[in-house]
T-cell receptor
Framework: AQSVAQPEDQVNVAEGNPLTVKCTYS??????LFWYVQYPNRGLQFLLK??????LVKGSYGFEAEFNKSQTSFHLKKPSALVSDSALYFC????????????FGSGTKLNVKP | DGGITQSPKYLFRKEGQNVTLSCEQN?????MYWYRQDPGQGLRLIYY???????QKGDIAEGYSVSREKKESFPLTVTSAQKNPTAFYLC???????????????FGDGTRLSIL
């Protein structure tokens, strides 16, 4: 079965500190992993993806994610958080048996305090 | 600019009424999707379409219907059979690459449906 887990409903971090939003996945075959961000009453915006290659993937707005095959994780990171990073973050995996199906985590609310 | 347009932004449904949510894209994407978002549950797939005149049920299709008569358009009808329709509805699209699996989805800004 394909699935994604985001174990934290909420993450709180002070501005300027590093942030991590956790994601673990379960797939058969090669994982195609994505991170999206959602601001209130808006759609999801694509941040970055892992398909193959380097385990550290860089994306938009200074975000990066580290793919760890042995731990089946794809954690989102940023070296220095901004108040404007406060939003809802979703991890997603694309089904290997049907490329039209994506499985989303339940989302993690990131709160960055000044 | 290319993108996905959903309308209306807010919609109210009376008991026993069908309502239709609009989704239009000018990204020339083949695949389109409808998701339902409820607090704390992430996104759940309602229907998706890979090409014109073809669509498949997702995980929660009961009480919903779709059509795909044009590449650009993928309207969703919430029927009276959907007993708990209050949610945020998101439309998305994606293209095929040569490998077919490395393209992210692009999302509209959603329609919030409520019951009167």
């Amino acid at each position: 079965a394909q699935s994604v887990a985001q174990p934290e409903d909420q993450v709180n971090v002070a501005e300027g500190n590093p942030l991590t939003v956790k994601c673990t996945y379960s797939v058969s075959g090669n994982p195609y992993l994505f991170w999206y961000v959602q601001y209130p009453n808006r759609g999801l915006q694509f941040l970055l993806k892992y398909i193959t290659g380097d385990n550290l993937v860089k994306g938009s707005y200074g975000f990066e994610a580290e793919f760890n095959k042995s731990q089946t994780s794809f954690h989102l990171k940023k070296p220095s958080a901004l108040v404007s990073d406060s939003a809802l973050y979703f991890c997603a995996v694309r089904a290997s048996y049907n490329f039209n199906k994506f499985y989303f985590g339940s989302g993690t609310k990131l709160n960055v305090k000044p | 600019d290319g993108g996905i347009t959903q309308s209306p932004k807010y919609l109210f449904r009376k008991e026993g009424q069908n309502v239709t949510l609009s989704c239009e894209q000018n990204l020339n994407h083949d695949a389109m999707y409808w998701y339902r978002q409820d607090p704390g549950q992430g996104l759940r797939l309602i229907y998706y379409s890979q090409i014109v005149n073809d669509f498949q049920k997702g995980d929660i299709a009961e009480g919903y219907s779709v059509s795909r008569e044009k590449k650009e358009s993928f309207p969703l009808t919430v029927t009276s059979a959907q007993k708990n329709p209050t949610a945020f509805y998101l439309c998305a699209s994606s293209s095929r690459s040569q490998t077919g699996q490395d393209q992210p989805q692009h999302f509209g800004d959603g329609t919030r449906l409520s019951i009167l």
